[in-house]
């Protein structure tokens, strides 16, 4: 009997263990959220406009943490100095008044998509010029509740922020955009925010820009002070480096070949007039519209770019060759009637002699036939002074020469008539605008890199 008793006991027991795991495998977990989010967030029970309590349930200030993730940079324009950035920005919290019951850890986690139903941070973005959130195909935003009351909130978002520039150094420029994260009306006193440990900022890796690279990026703390009081700020500072094999190819290389096409009305002949004067022209009408389409791509700034003084220079050189066939046409002109005038002296000389010849011969016939006529002697007299100064003429033209410099004797070769003038001054230009050129690409190029890589270790 007392056998029988103990069997049918253990069989009861058994069975009702059995049905008590019939009935945690049935439970609806997803009811015991409803359930837990009416008991945490329910009418009475929870006030919204209240901040949660400092750390550890002080009064101190509520602490939120903050990390955002870079989604993509749209474009980042130099004429209204902004940038465009979409990015998952996340706040984590403590509110002690949310936390629940997690049914041995079966509940990780309860999520909400209403953001009013709880108490959220103020921060606003002091640098935005636009935004807008994302609703497609639902609001990209939720809310997580853990069970000791921490709080996730989590949101996809696209800004339009100001980045305040400096175009000193364009096209080789480094550029720093902020993104600034403030409270809006909680003081320090009652909210701070700071950046979470570990990797607060994380970027998407295949992110592309079309003329910039993202060097690095670096956070920091802004903390502004009113007449209101002071209120918590973040930042994060995104350095980027302006890619310069765009402007190479679209700028730098097309102004250094307008400027050698202009030397080439250098080699033309003087007398072709109209090649040289369209050529001249034409190369620096372009010169000036492409000046023109570089400046209409950025802002009116006060100081001087580094490609103001590229294309400043480029210009004055195609205007200088120019001005060097103004020269060059009103030096052969010059040259031309200075040759025109010595030809008509001499031919006034020679036709003054003439005559003076035909007198003298008239002269001769008119004499008395019996005039005797001496013969001069071929001897030099010791008193003749007719003499003494042609043998000092002779002896001048006999004294050496003395030895030119270089610089002399390569202009000796081009003859020293007037006419011959215009063609030295090509010549001369010829070697002079390519040094001169080359002399400022090398200056050029040695100041504004050399700053360039000041700023990089900067």
């Not at 324009?77 to 936390?99: A, C, G, H, I, P």
């Amino acid at each position: 009997m007392g056998t029988g008793h103990y069997f049918w006991a253990i069989f009861y027991f058994t069975s009702l263990c059995s049905a008590s795991l019939a009935n945690n495998a049935k439970i609806n977990f997803r009811e015991k959220e409803k359930k837990v989010l009416d008991q945490i967030l329910g009418a009475g029970k929870y006030d919204a406009r209240i901040r949660p309590s400092g750390i550890n349930g002080t009064d101190g200030p509520a602490v939120v943490r903050v990390n955002i993730f870079v989604r993509s940079i749209s474009k980042i324009d130099d004429v209204t100095m902004e940038y465009s950035v979409q990015l998952t920005f996340r706040e984590q919290w403590t509110d002690e008044r949310l936390k629940f019951d997690d049914i041995q850890g079966r509940l990780k986690y309860l999520t909400l998509t209403e953001a009013n139903r709880v108490w959220m941070p103020d921060l606003f973005f002091s640098n935005e010029k636009e935004g807008h959130f994302h609703n497609i195909i639902m609001p990209n935003v939720y809310i997580r509740i853990f069970p000791n009351g921490s709080v996730l909130y989590s949101i996809r978002i696209s800004l339009t922020l100001a980045c305040p520039m400096n175009l000193k150094l364009y096209p080789l420029d480094r550029q720093i955009c902020s993104l600034r994260m403030a409270s809006y009306g909680w003081t320090t006193n009652d909210l701070v925010f700071l950046w979470k440990e570990g990797d607060p900022v994380q970027v998407v890796k295949n992110l592309h820009l079309p003329r910039f690279t993202l060097e690095k990026f670096l956070t920091d703390y802004c903390n502004s002070k009113t007449n209101t009081g002071e209120y918590s700020c973040l930042k994060v500072d995104l350095l980027f480096k302006r890619e310069f094999s765009y402007y190479l190819i679209q700028i730098y290389i097309p102004c250094c070949m307008l400027v050698i096409v202009s030397w080439v009305s250098f080699w033309l002949d003087q007398g072709a007039v109209p090649a040289r004067v369209s050529l001249g022209v034409t190369t620096l009408l372009t010169m000036a519209t492409q000046t023109s389409g570089i400046n209409a791509s950025l802002p009116p700034v006060s100081y001087t770019k580094a490609i103001d003084v590229w294309t400043g220079v480029c210009l004055t050189f195609v205007f200088g060759a120019l001005l060097e066939f103004a020269l060059v046409n009103y030096a052969s002109r010059s040259g031309l009637n200075k040759a025109n005038m010595h030809k008509e002296n001499m031919k006034k000389k020679r036709r003054d002699l003439e005559q003076a010849s035909l007198d003298a011969a008239s002269d001769l016939l008119d004499t008395d036939s019996n005039a005797t006529f001496a013969m001069k002697p071929l001897v030099r007299h010791p008193g003749d002074p007719l003499a003494l100064e042609k043998l000092r003429q002779c002896e001048v033209h006999m004294q050496p020469p003395k030895r030119p410099s270089c610089c002399k004797t390569w202009l000796s070769k081009f003859p020293t008539r007037q006419c011959s003038r215009s063609k030295r001054i090509d010549v001369i230009s010829r070697i002079t605008f390519p040094l001169v050129f080359a002399l400022f690409n090398l200056v050029y190029w040695s100041t504004y890199l050399f700053r360039e890589e000041e700023d990089e270790t900067f």
